[in-house]
């Protein structure tokens, strides 16, 4: 996976550097923290081609959630953090997904759809807390950086405009093992 192989050849290299903040993710942290992630998602019962939904601002956590994801086998679909709670809610129950990553700047948009996504159940939220979620550091804490293995790669649902004017997923099928 390409974190890990940037991990292994430039650790302390900056993965991503946020502009606004200056703050920084090296390859070995993007990698590290993300293989947490992907084996809470698999500790917590999210099947390959299982979904994950992320609801974020321009946030450097964003990163870890996309490829945790793809580690895990699993489709990753990015909501936009400008929709309401209703516009919001329809992507994440339409995508099926079974994760949502939030931010606690986004806290009261996730909330407000949480009612329309029961079937969501793993739910972690970045830099806070709110009800009905778990505190994101808190819940990787408890997992081993280690691979996920066994699983094929996984893959971004995108959602387009469509021509009925609600958004319609597209994916393609997760490659070979």
Known sequence: MYPGKYAALTPDKPAVIMAGSGEVLTYAELNERSMRLAQLFVANGLDEGDRVAILAENHIRYFEAFWAAIRAGLYVTGVNWHLT?????YIVANSGAKALVTTA?????????????PGCRVRLIVDGSAEGFEPYEEAIAGYPAAEVTGRRRGDVLLYSSGTTGRPKGVRQPLGDK
């Open 85 to 89: 709670a209703a516009e919001a809610g």
């Open 105 to 117: 700047a986004l806290a009261p948009t996730a909330a407000g759809m949480l009612p329309d996504v």
